[in-house]
């Protein structure tokens, strides 16, 4: 059973940054390509970033392209979201997830497990 817990959300002002952390257990997380995602009030989840396997390629969206960091710690078992110059428009619950498999995924149902969720909220 794989398990995704994430941390790090909170309540930040315009400007600034938050990291984003998700620890996983269960099956060899290096065997997980690993993504991130937002779900806004009243929208739909969209996709935020995405990571491949050793770590060495990432994808973003046009949105956060810039001012969003995706990486991953192999040996903690753990993928990050480092998030600058936050906007209010960043505010949603994050989700991290882990596709089994390699490759830049953007579609969520291609990813086969999920965390639970995290808040993040941006002041203006």
């Given at each position: 059973?794989?398990?995704?817990?994430?941390?790090?959300?909170?309540?930040?002002?315009?400007?600034?940054?938050?990291?984003?952390?998700?620890?996983?257990?269960?099956?060899?997380?290096?065997?997980?390509?690993?993504?991130?995602?937002?779900?806004?009030?009243?929208?739909?989840?969209?996709?935020?970033?995405?990571?491949?396997?050793?770590?060495?390629?990432?994808?973003?969206?046009?949105?956060?392209?810039?001012?969003?960091?995706i990486s991953r710690d192999?040996?903690?078992?753990?993928?990050?979201?480092?998030?600058?110059?936050?906007?209010?428009?960043?505010?949603?619950?994050?989700?991290?997830?882990?596709?089994?498999?390699?490759?830049?995924?953007?579609?969520?149902?291609?990813?086969?497990?999920?965390?639970?969720?995290?808040?993040?909220?941006?002041?203006?």
């Open positions: 059973q794989v398990q995704l817990v994430e941390s790090g959300g909170g309540l930040v002002q315009a400007g600034g940054s938050l990291r984003l952390s998700c620890a996983v257990s269960g099956r060899t997380f290096s065997s997980y390509a690993m993504g991130w995602f937002r779900q806004a009030p009243e929208k739909e989840r969209e996709f935020v970033a995405t990571i491949t396997r050793s770590g060495g390629i990432t994808s973003y969206a046009a949105s956060v392209k810039g001012r969003f960091t192999n040996a903690k078992k753990t993928v990050y979201l480092q998030m600058k110059s936050l906007k209010p428009e960043d505010t949603a619950v994050y989700y991290c997830a882990a596709r089994s498999g390699d490759g830049l995924v953007t579609r969520e149902r291609l990813y086969d497990y999920w965390g639970q969720g995290t808040q993040v909220t941006v002041s203006s």
